[in-house]
Protein backbone atom coordinates (compact mmCIF):
# COMPACT_ATOMS: atom_id res chain seq x y z
CA UNK A 1 0.00 0.00 0.00
CA UNK A 2 1.17 3.58 -0.82
CA UNK A 3 0.26 6.77 1.11
CA UNK A 4 0.39 9.90 0.09
CA UNK A 5 1.36 12.78 2.55
CA UNK A 6 0.76 15.66 -0.21
CA UNK A 7 -1.65 16.40 -3.06
CA UNK A 8 -0.01 15.11 -5.92
CA UNK A 9 0.40 15.06 -10.30
CA UNK A 10 0.72 12.18 -12.14
CA UNK A 11 1.30 11.44 -15.68
CA UNK A 12 0.49 8.34 -18.06
CA UNK A 13 -0.07 8.16 -21.95
CA UNK A 14 -3.01 7.59 -24.17
CA UNK A 15 -5.89 5.46 -22.71
CA UNK A 16 -7.99 5.27 -25.68
CA UNK A 17 -11.44 5.24 -23.74
CA UNK A 18 -10.24 2.05 -21.37
CA UNK A 19 -9.85 3.18 -17.96
CA UNK A 20 -9.42 -0.08 -15.95
CA UNK A 21 -5.49 0.82 -15.44
CA UNK A 22 -6.99 4.21 -14.02
CA UNK A 23 -9.09 2.19 -11.57
CA UNK A 24 -6.33 0.26 -10.42
CA UNK A 25 -4.03 2.70 -10.19
CA UNK A 26 -6.48 5.72 -8.28
CA UNK A 27 -6.89 2.26 -5.81
CA UNK A 28 -3.13 1.24 -5.33
CA UNK A 29 -2.32 4.80 -4.36
CA UNK A 30 -5.49 5.83 -2.38
CA UNK A 31 -5.83 9.04 -4.52
CA UNK A 32 -8.56 11.41 -4.25
CA UNK A 33 -10.02 14.67 -6.37
CA UNK A 34 -7.52 16.66 -5.31
CA UNK A 35 -4.74 14.46 -6.75
CA UNK A 36 -4.15 15.43 -10.47
CA UNK A 37 -3.97 12.73 -13.37
CA UNK A 38 -2.65 14.02 -16.90
CA UNK A 39 -2.76 12.17 -20.02
CA UNK A 40 -1.22 12.26 -22.98
CA UNK A 41 -3.82 12.95 -25.56
CA UNK A 42 -6.07 9.98 -27.09
CA UNK A 43 -8.27 9.70 -23.55
CA UNK A 44 -10.71 8.82 -25.67
CA UNK A 45 -13.41 10.22 -23.50
CA UNK A 46 -14.96 12.37 -26.43
CA UNK A 47 -14.90 10.06 -29.28
CA UNK A 48 -18.52 8.19 -29.30
CA UNK A 49 -20.67 10.43 -29.47
CA UNK A 50 -22.87 11.98 -25.86
CA UNK A 51 -24.68 8.50 -25.49
CA UNK A 52 -21.88 6.45 -25.84
CA UNK A 53 -19.23 8.81 -24.51
CA UNK A 54 -21.35 9.09 -21.23
CA UNK A 55 -20.83 6.17 -19.26
CA UNK A 56 -17.14 6.30 -19.73
CA UNK A 57 -17.52 10.08 -18.31
CA UNK A 58 -19.45 9.13 -15.32
CA UNK A 59 -16.92 6.41 -14.90
CA UNK A 60 -13.98 8.59 -14.78
CA UNK A 61 -16.03 10.96 -12.77
CA UNK A 62 -16.36 8.40 -10.22
CA UNK A 63 -12.53 7.66 -9.42
CA UNK A 64 -10.71 9.83 -6.81
CA UNK A 65 -8.68 11.86 -9.37
CA UNK A 66 -8.94 15.12 -11.27
CA UNK A 67 -8.34 14.42 -15.05
CA UNK A 68 -6.14 16.55 -16.84
CA UNK A 69 -6.17 15.48 -20.80
CA UNK A 70 -4.53 17.00 -23.67
CA UNK A 71 -5.78 16.69 -27.05
CA UNK A 72 -4.98 14.17 -29.17
CA UNK A 73 -5.72 12.55 -32.49
CA UNK A 74 -8.47 10.24 -31.66
CA UNK A 75 -10.78 12.22 -30.25
CA UNK A 76 -12.90 15.29 -31.18
CA UNK A 77 -12.30 18.82 -29.68
CA UNK A 78 -14.17 20.04 -26.71
CA UNK A 79 -14.96 23.11 -27.80
CA UNK A 80 -16.57 21.91 -30.67
CA UNK A 81 -18.63 19.81 -28.42
CA UNK A 82 -22.01 21.75 -27.13
CA UNK A 83 -22.14 21.62 -23.36
CA UNK A 84 -18.46 22.36 -22.71
CA UNK A 85 -17.78 25.70 -21.30
CA UNK A 86 -14.04 27.24 -20.81
CA UNK A 87 -12.59 28.07 -17.19
CA UNK A 88 -9.38 29.22 -15.53
CA UNK A 89 -7.23 26.93 -13.74
CA UNK A 90 -4.08 26.68 -12.34
CA UNK A 91 -3.36 29.64 -14.77
CA UNK A 92 -4.92 28.36 -18.19
CA UNK A 93 -7.58 28.13 -19.50
CA UNK A 94 -9.11 24.51 -19.92
CA UNK A 95 -12.55 22.97 -20.92
CA UNK A 96 -15.11 21.18 -18.91
CA UNK A 97 -19.45 19.68 -18.65
CA UNK A 98 -21.11 21.00 -15.44
CA UNK A 99 -21.86 16.78 -14.81
CA UNK A 100 -18.08 16.04 -14.67
CA UNK A 101 -15.96 19.02 -12.78
CA UNK A 102 -13.65 16.57 -12.44
CA UNK A 103 -12.29 15.75 -16.39
CA UNK A 104 -10.88 19.06 -17.45
CA UNK A 105 -9.50 19.30 -21.36
CA UNK A 106 -6.34 21.80 -21.87
CA UNK A 107 -7.13 24.12 -24.61
CA UNK A 108 -3.61 24.13 -26.89
CA UNK A 109 -1.42 26.60 -26.37
CA UNK A 110 -2.28 27.74 -22.70
CA UNK A 111 0.07 27.37 -19.97
CA UNK A 112 -0.27 25.97 -16.80
CA UNK A 113 1.54 26.08 -13.20
CA UNK A 114 1.49 22.71 -12.29
CA UNK A 115 3.27 21.87 -9.20
CA UNK A 116 5.35 25.20 -9.51
CA UNK A 117 6.65 24.22 -12.84
CA UNK A 118 5.24 26.50 -15.92
CA UNK A 119 3.74 23.82 -18.32
CA UNK A 120 2.63 24.42 -22.04
CA UNK A 121 0.05 22.04 -23.41
CA UNK A 122 0.62 21.56 -27.57
CA UNK A 123 -1.91 18.65 -28.56
CA UNK A 124 -2.74 17.23 -31.25
CA UNK A 125 -0.79 14.72 -34.89
CA UNK A 126 -1.92 13.00 -37.39
CA UNK A 127 -3.46 9.89 -38.19
CA UNK A 128 -1.65 7.28 -40.22
CA UNK A 129 -4.82 5.17 -39.95
CA UNK A 130 -7.31 7.88 -41.35
CA UNK A 131 -8.47 6.13 -44.93
CA UNK A 132 -9.19 3.00 -42.59
CA UNK A 133 -11.41 5.09 -40.03
CA UNK A 134 -12.99 7.00 -43.08
CA UNK A 135 -13.80 3.62 -44.85
CA UNK A 136 -15.55 2.23 -41.85
CA UNK A 137 -16.87 5.21 -40.71
CA UNK A 138 -14.88 5.33 -37.42
CA UNK A 139 -14.38 8.11 -35.65
CA UNK A 140 -12.25 11.28 -37.57
CA UNK A 141 -12.52 14.83 -37.10
CA UNK A 142 -10.36 17.37 -39.49
CA UNK A 143 -8.86 19.29 -36.98
CA UNK A 144 -6.99 16.40 -35.66
CA UNK A 145 -3.99 18.31 -35.95
CA UNK A 146 -3.09 22.16 -34.54
CA UNK A 147 -4.31 24.93 -36.61
CA UNK A 148 -2.44 27.31 -38.19
CA UNK A 149 -4.60 29.51 -35.36
CA UNK A 150 -3.44 27.30 -32.73
CA UNK A 151 0.22 27.56 -33.79
CA UNK A 152 0.77 31.37 -33.90
CA UNK A 153 -1.00 31.37 -30.59
CA UNK A 154 1.41 28.37 -28.95
CA UNK A 155 4.06 30.79 -30.47
CA UNK A 156 2.93 33.88 -29.21
CA UNK A 157 2.65 32.32 -25.50
CA UNK A 158 6.06 31.46 -25.51
CA UNK A 159 7.24 34.46 -27.43
CA UNK A 160 6.03 36.19 -24.30
CA UNK A 161 8.11 34.47 -22.17
CA UNK A 162 11.14 34.41 -23.85
CA UNK A 163 10.87 31.16 -25.43
CA UNK A 164 11.43 29.42 -21.83
CA UNK A 165 9.12 26.84 -19.99
CA UNK A 166 9.92 24.32 -17.87
CA UNK A 167 7.48 21.49 -19.11
CA UNK A 168 5.82 20.39 -22.60
CA UNK A 169 2.95 18.39 -22.63
CA UNK A 170 2.57 17.31 -26.56
CA UNK A 171 0.76 14.44 -27.89
CA UNK A 172 2.89 14.08 -30.46
CA UNK A 173 6.87 14.14 -30.57
CA UNK A 174 9.01 16.55 -32.25
CA UNK A 175 10.29 15.00 -35.84
CA UNK A 176 13.99 14.26 -34.31
CA UNK A 177 12.38 11.94 -31.45
CA UNK A 178 10.22 10.00 -33.46
CA UNK A 179 10.78 6.40 -32.01
CA UNK A 180 10.98 5.10 -36.03
CA UNK A 181 11.59 1.84 -34.73
CA UNK A 182 7.77 0.75 -33.27
CA UNK A 183 6.12 2.63 -37.18
CA UNK A 184 3.70 0.22 -37.86
CA UNK A 185 4.64 -2.17 -40.85
CA UNK A 186 3.23 -1.76 -44.16
CA UNK A 187 2.85 2.29 -43.83
CA UNK A 188 4.14 3.97 -46.01
CA UNK A 189 5.64 7.26 -44.06
CA UNK A 190 5.84 9.10 -47.24
CA UNK A 191 2.46 9.54 -47.22
CA UNK A 192 2.20 10.62 -43.65
CA UNK A 193 1.29 13.89 -43.13
CA UNK A 194 4.50 15.05 -40.13
CA UNK A 195 3.51 18.65 -40.73
CA UNK A 196 3.06 18.85 -36.68
CA UNK A 197 5.68 17.07 -35.99
CA UNK A 198 8.24 19.13 -38.45
CA UNK A 199 6.53 22.08 -36.54
CA UNK A 200 6.87 20.97 -32.88
CA UNK A 201 11.18 20.11 -33.85
CA UNK A 202 11.05 23.82 -34.55
CA UNK A 203 9.73 24.89 -30.95
CA UNK A 204 12.52 22.33 -29.46
CA UNK A 205 14.86 24.18 -31.13
CA UNK A 206 14.53 27.45 -29.67
CA UNK A 207 12.45 26.78 -26.32
CA UNK A 208 14.90 26.21 -23.28
CA UNK A 209 13.01 23.88 -20.97
CA UNK A 210 13.81 21.12 -18.67
CA UNK A 211 11.14 18.48 -19.55
CA UNK A 212 8.88 17.34 -22.92
CA UNK A 213 6.42 14.79 -22.45
CA UNK A 214 4.65 13.05 -24.73
CA UNK A 215 2.12 10.09 -25.79
CA UNK A 216 1.12 8.52 -29.17
CA UNK A 217 3.32 6.20 -30.20
CA UNK A 218 2.17 3.38 -27.64
CA UNK A 219 5.66 3.25 -26.69
CA UNK A 220 7.62 3.83 -23.68
CA UNK A 221 11.00 5.88 -24.14
CA UNK A 222 13.43 8.31 -22.74
CA UNK A 223 15.50 10.39 -25.27
CA UNK A 224 17.59 12.93 -23.88
CA UNK A 225 15.04 15.53 -21.98
CA UNK A 226 11.55 14.20 -23.70
CA UNK A 227 9.86 10.85 -22.42
CA UNK A 228 7.32 9.07 -24.50
CA UNK A 229 4.67 7.48 -22.36
CA UNK A 230 1.89 4.96 -22.80
CA UNK A 231 0.56 2.51 -20.09
CA UNK A 232 3.18 3.48 -17.58
CA UNK A 233 2.21 5.88 -14.93
CA UNK A 234 4.57 8.33 -13.28
CA UNK A 235 4.81 11.46 -10.63
CA UNK A 236 4.91 14.72 -12.97
CA UNK A 237 8.29 15.76 -13.50
CA UNK A 238 9.92 13.40 -10.77
CA UNK A 239 13.07 13.77 -12.13
CA UNK A 240 13.02 17.04 -12.04
CA UNK A 241 12.61 16.83 -8.54
CA UNK A 242 14.97 14.66 -7.39
CA UNK A 243 17.79 16.61 -9.14
CA UNK A 244 16.54 19.99 -7.72
CA UNK A 245 16.62 18.14 -4.23
CA UNK A 246 19.81 16.72 -5.26
CA UNK A 247 21.29 20.27 -5.86
CA UNK A 248 19.95 21.86 -3.19
CA UNK A 249 17.65 24.21 -5.84
Known amino acids: MVWKDKDMIFI ?10 VEVFCRRFQTSHDDILIILGDAGINFSGAAYDRPKKELLESLPITVFAIHGNHEQRPCTIAGYKEKLWKGGIVYYEEEYPSILFAKDGEIFDLDGKQTIVIGGAYSIDKEMRLAHGWGWWEDEQPSEEIREYVEQQLEKRGWKADVVLSHTAPLKYEPVEVFMSGVNQSSVDKSTEVWLDSIEDRLSYEKWYCGHYHTEKK ?21 SEETGN
Open 223 to 243: IDKLEIMFESFDEFCSGMRRK
Open 12 to 21: TGDTHERFER
